[in-house]
């Protein structure tokens, strides 16, 4: 197992908004997640990835054999975890291409490897960009500064082939592209799966999981997984829209 | 006044007088002295100096040496010069007074004159002296700029030749033996940079041995038309070293002023700026960067005076703070009632790193024509939080990110050193400052 969520509750300023989320990922597969705003998605990205603000409030995760919520960002980053953000932070002053290089060595030094060296890391570099198809020229600017939104996640997709992460989360990847830039990040992706990654998908539309076609879709609603399903779950909402979903929900509780 | 034995001061200046017969800076002097002694040192009520009480320092007393000779040897020269000196003239002061025989000069004649203040105040630079030595004291009033007039002597007068665009920065490295005696040292300079020139110049501080030591410098830099004037002042001293430096510019003609301040280490240090604009269509920049930790206090005030239409001035000025350190800006900006078309911009940035840390920051505006575009903002904030997140998601450890985010914060400042070798060297010590282990 790579993943496994246990009835997780998590809230923010006393406010519960995760209320027992239960989910089991194995290394291969693309999970999606779907559902309506305000119903957790991103709530679950950032208590994955250790956003200090959230509270756990119950449940367990364990991640590739450890208890993940006894880690901090970094150490859950080092593990093997990748959260591409829905909105990729702007830093001036900081160049994209040491950013990466000090990254990829702090996840090199906590696995006892010494740092990468200058031609490894460039010839690394080289191929990653020609995987993501990335402007380089974005590379030797500061971080996202000034970055287009497509540029953004664009580097987002290019910072996960450079940590090669075992699980990486993708938060609203696609919100604000257009038809070209969603093609390129999700082509991106694609080139990225491996027998071994998992890959969570967090998205509102069906259009990006057509071009990834994942493994399982879950709708969370409220707070909690209502429904899992294949990839035909995602068609049927994109069809019906959640009403349906919630129809079903509040037939089962009248039951 | 507190301990300031104003006895041994008053013995001290009838001694330099009746050595150093009227002439015209013994004038000065004179006038400085009777300043300082109805004004006093700059007490708690004076707005100016709210939150700098450099009169507490006067808690002991200070050896003030009138003479040139020191114990400074070589070898503390060779301890303190800057990276680059190789290609630079060197001027050492030792305890506040020039040193000619410790300084290297290598520019050529006919670019560059320096000479001892006295001395230029009889040859031919006797006018030049007459007509810019002490303009500042028109516009510094209080007692401790007094208490530096009132010792003028052994002091540097600085000129570059006309149509002379120095190729090498000039060094002025101050050093104070502390080593025997509390020590004041008061370094006076006058610079004048003539029309089409170019100066690059930089200043440094080093504090020998570990008693305390305060230095009341005044330097006062006359630009010409079509001058250009780069300043850089390097604060990297001891914690026992404590400073009022005031860096009188005033741009006689229509030229171009780049002045920076970088504060790292010391005790009380107060930093004044002035930028006189005389002259229409001057231009200046200011740049100030305070990185501040211990106990360590840093207060800059700097003043744009325009006179003239079409002047151009902007400053930006940061800071981080850490532990029971403090920093204050206080940024004036007159426009007269002549200086139509002013541009005058104004920027003071500030991050708190612990609770303990403070930060006073006031502009103050002072317009007096009505065609004018002037704009000023302060910040006070501690690190963005989400920046921090972004990093540390990427596997960056919390102190590392915190510092990859504050040299970033420093880096849009130290890249206004135009002086390649300095900025290397402040770089280094930046992010020595800043790294973690």
Redesign the interface.
Same mark, same amino acid.
């Given at each position: 197992m790579l993943l496994s969520i246990k009835n997780i509750h998590a809230s923010i300023e006393g406010k519960q908004i995760l209320k027992g989320i239960n989910l089991d990922i194995q290394p291969g597969e693309v999970h999606a997640i779907m559902g309506p705003n305000g119903g957790g998605k991103s709530t679950l990205a950032s208590v994955l990835?250790? +956003?200090?603000e959230y509270e756990v409030t119950e449940g367990s995760v364990e991640f590739d054999g450890k208890d993940m919520l006894e880690l901090?960002? $970094?150490d +859950?980053? +080092?593990e093997g975890l990748?959260?591409a953000?829905q909105y990729?932070?702007e %830093?001036?002053?900081?160049s994209t291409t040491n950013?990466?290089k000090?990254?990829v060595n $702090?996840?090199r030094k906590?696995h006892g490897q010494e740092p990468i060296d200058a031609v490894s890391f460039l010839k690394m570099m080289k191929q990653k960009i020609e995987l993501v198809e990335i402007d380089k020229s974005l590379l030797s600017r500061? %971080?996202n500064e000034g970055f287009s939104g497509g540029e953004k996640k664009r580097n987002e997709i290019f910072?996960m082939a450079m940590?090669e992460p075992k699980l990486a989360i993708l938060d609203e990847t696609d919100s604000g592209l257009d038809i070209d830039a969603l093609r390129i990040v999700a082509n991106g992706v694609n080139k990225l799966r491996t027998p071994e990654r998992g890959i969570i998908v967090i998205t509102h539309y069906q259009r990006l999981l057509d071009y990834l076609q994942p493994d399982f879709v879950h709708v969370l609603v409220n707070g909690r997984i209502v429904k899992s399903g294949t990839k035909e779950l995602a068609l049927e909402l994109e069809e019906k829209g959640y009403d349906f979903i919630k129809d079903e929900i509040s037939l089962t509780a009248a039951l | 006044m507190n301990a300031i034995n104003i006895d041994y001061l008053g013995e001290k200046f009838n001694q330099l007088q009746s050595s150093n017969p009227e002439n015209i800076i013994s004038n000065i002097r004179k006038e400085g002295f009777n300043t300082f002694n109805k004004a006093g040192l700059p007490g708690f009520k004076n707005e100016e100096w709210k939150y700098t009480k450099i009169s507490t320092l006067f808690n002991k007393e200070y050896h003030l040496s009138s003479e040139r000779n020191s114990e400074i040897k070589l070898a503390d020269v060779d301890a303190v010069r800057l990276p680059g000196f190789k290609n630079a003239d060197e001027l050492v002061f030792a305890n506040g007074k020039f040193v000619p025989e410790l300084s290297t000069i290598r520019s050529l004649e006919n670019q560059l004159i320096v000479l001892p203040l006295e001395e230029a105040a009889k040859g031919i630079y006797k006018e030049l002296v007459e007509a810019h030595l002490d303009k500042s004291s028109r516009f510094i009033n209080d007692g401790i700029h007094a208490l530096n007039t009132s010792f003028i002597y052994g002091g540097v007068f600085i000129y570059v030749n006309k149509n002379q665009v120095l190729d090498r920065p000039v060094y002025l490295y101050h050093i104070s033996d502390a080593r025997e005696n509390h020590t004041l040292s008061q370094p006076r300079s006058l610079v004048f940079v003539d029309k089409s020139a170019k100066l690059q110049l930089v200043e440094s501080y080093t504090t020998i041995g570990s008693m305390d030591s305060f230095t009341n410098e005044v330097i006062e830099i006359v630009v010409d038309t079509n001058a250009i004037v780069e300043y850089y002042k390097i604060q990297n001293d001891v914690i026992t070293a404590s400073q009022v430096g005031t860096t009188h510019i005033r741009q006689i003609g229509k030229s171009y002023v780049h002045a920076f301040t970088v504060s790292l280490n010391g005790g009380m240090i107060r930093n004044n700026t002035d930028i006189i604009m005389e002259a229409a269509g001057n231009e200046a920049h200011m740049y100030g960067l305070y990185l501040l930790k211990g106990r360590t206090h840093v207060d800059n005030h700097t003043l744009v005076d325009n006179t003239q239409p079409n002047c151009f001035s902007n400053e930006f000025y940061k800071g981080v703070i850490d532990d029971y350190a403090t920093g204050v800006f206080s940024g004036k900006i007159f426009v007269r009632p002549d200086a139509q078309k002013t541009n005058a911009y104004q920027s003071n940035k500030n991050i708190l790193l612990s609770d303990t840390a403070t930060v006073n920051t006031k502009p103050q505006l002072e317009i007096f024509a009505d065609d004018v575009k002037c704009s000023h903002g302060c910040t006070v904030g501690q690190l963005d939080e989400e920046a921090l997140y972004y990093l540390r998601t990427r596997g960056i450890g919390k102190e590392h990110a915190q510092s990859m985010l504050l040299q970033a914060f420093a880096s849009d400042i130290v890249e206004q050193i135009k002086v390649e070798a300095l900025r290397n060297h402040v770089e280094e010590l930046i992010t020595e400052r800043l790294s973690v282990n």
């Open positions: 990835a250790g +956003r200090e901090s960002p $970094e +859950r980053a +080092r990748f959260l953000f990729p932070v %830093i001036p002053g900081v950013f990466i000090t990254a $702090e996840k906590y500061s %971080i910072q940590l | -």
